[in-house]
């Protein structure tokens, strides 16, 4: 079935460590979004991807990075640069970026810092 | 960029029909307003969207004011699995950035 994968589903990790989360979609779309979300709070936009080797920040980049060498995967590092990187990270795609497109989300990764 | 204003919570008995309110006054003519709902520590899913006409699909309607300032989401027969996360969201049809900020949303409580 189609749809979009993130792992790992639970991660944990030491203070300094940096770490990759995983996004890879099979439904052919073009663009493709990271979100944070942090308990009792909405999602706020990390960084997204119109289409492959070109990607934009979102609202809250600082200490994360990303690339988009393939059209099927986003992958996100958390950086050590991250103060607080402790949170629900989700990954989205849409057959495009126009406005009137539906996202499509994984299931999510729950990253611990300890 | 235009935001989105929601009542932090809802309730509603089974069975009864739920309007679930967003009012977004600086929404832009170009800007497509969506819903999704959230279960807890899933991804949001897509529930509908639409820019000036009122939607209907197999989850929910969609009815927008007609100055579309405000829309309001129905769910005509709340079900215990209609309980979560439900949030309003603009975007922009141009996709010129695409900014897709989901701001706290209702939680719906459906009870028997």
């Known amino acids: 079935d189609g749809g979009i994968t993130q792992s790992p589903k639970y991660l944990f990790r030491k203070e300094g460590q940096n770490v990759t989360l995983s996004c890879e979609q099979n439904?052919?779309?073009?663009?493709m979004y990271w979100y944070r979300q942090d308990p009792g709070q909405g999602l706020r936009l990390i960084y997204y991807?119109?289409?492959?080797?070109?990607?934009q920040k979102g609202d809250i980049a600082e200490g994360y990075s990303v690339s988009r060498e393939k059209k099927e995967s986003f992958p996100l590092t958390v950086t050590s640069a991250q103060k607080n990187p402790t949170a629900f990270y989700l990954c989205?795609?849409?057959?495009?970026?126009?406005?009137?497109?539906?996202?499509?989300f994984g299931e999510g990764s729950r990253l611990t810092v300890l | 960029d235009a935001k989105t204003t929601q009542p932090n919570s809802m309730e509603s008995n089974e069975e009864e029909p739920v309007h679930l309110p967003c009012n977004h006054s600086t929404i832009s003519g170009t800007d497509y307003i969506h819903w999704y709902r959230q279960l807890p520590s899933q991804g949001p899913e897509y529930v509908i969207h639409g820019l000036t006409s009122n939607v209907n699909n197999r989850m929910a309607s969609l009815a927008i004011a007609e100055d579309r300032k405000s829309s309001t989401l129905i769910l005509h027969r709340a079900t215990l699995r209609d309980a979560a996360v439900y949030y309003c969201?603009?975007?922009?049809?141009?996709?010129?950035?695409?900014?897709?900020?989901f701001g706290t949303g209702t939680r719906l409580q459906v009870t028997l």
């Open positions: 969201i603009l975007r922009d049809v141009g996709g010129t950035a695409s900014k897709l900020t």
């Open positions: 989205a795609s849409s057959i495009d970026r126009a406005g009137g497109r539906e996202l499509f």
């Open positions: 439904l052919n779309h073009d663009a």
């Open positions: 991807s119109q289409i492959v080797n070109d990607f």
